[in-house]
């Protein structure tokens, strides 16, 4: 319920895919690496673990070539698609 003189937020719509640079990528994984070691550092191993899940999270879809621009990885579907016949 909004406060009465106050209006609404907007509601946020998130975009289906998300492309990041090589060097957008490298920075979110040395952040949570680096997340990783100071939750343990200051005993919070829950919290370690799923930061370090995430991190395994990307890094398996950035060593199995997830990672893909939709547009690629539109393009290959289609390349794969067998030809219409009329």
Same mark, same amino acid.
């Given at each position: 319920?909004?406060?009465?003189?106050?209006? @609404? !937020?907007?509601?946020? +719509?998130? $975009?289906?895919?998300?492309?990041?640079?090589?060097?957008?990528?490298?920075?979110?994984?040395?952040?949570?690496a680096e997340a990783e070691f100071a939750f343990l550092r200051a005993g919070r @191993? !829950?919290?370690?673990? +799923?930061? $370090?899940?995430?991190?395994?999270?990307?890094e398996a879809r950035l060593s199995s070539g997830e990672c893909r621009h939709p547009?690629?990885?539109?393009?290959?579907?289609?390349?794969?698609?067998?030809?219409?016949?009329?």
């Amino acid at each position: 319920m909004t406060p009465p003189g106050e209006e @609404a !937020a907007e509601p946020v +719509r998130f $975009a289906s895919a998300v492309v990041l640079s090589k060097n957008e990528v490298f920075e979110i994984c040395e952040a949570l690496a680096e997340a990783e070691f100071a939750f343990l550092r200051a005993g919070r @191993a !829950a919290q370690s673990s +799923r930061v $370090a899940l995430l991190f395994e999270m990307i890094e398996a879809r950035l060593s199995s070539g997830e990672c893909r621009h939709p547009a690629t990885a539109h393009a290959e579907a289609r390349a794969r698609r067998p030809p219409l016949t009329a």
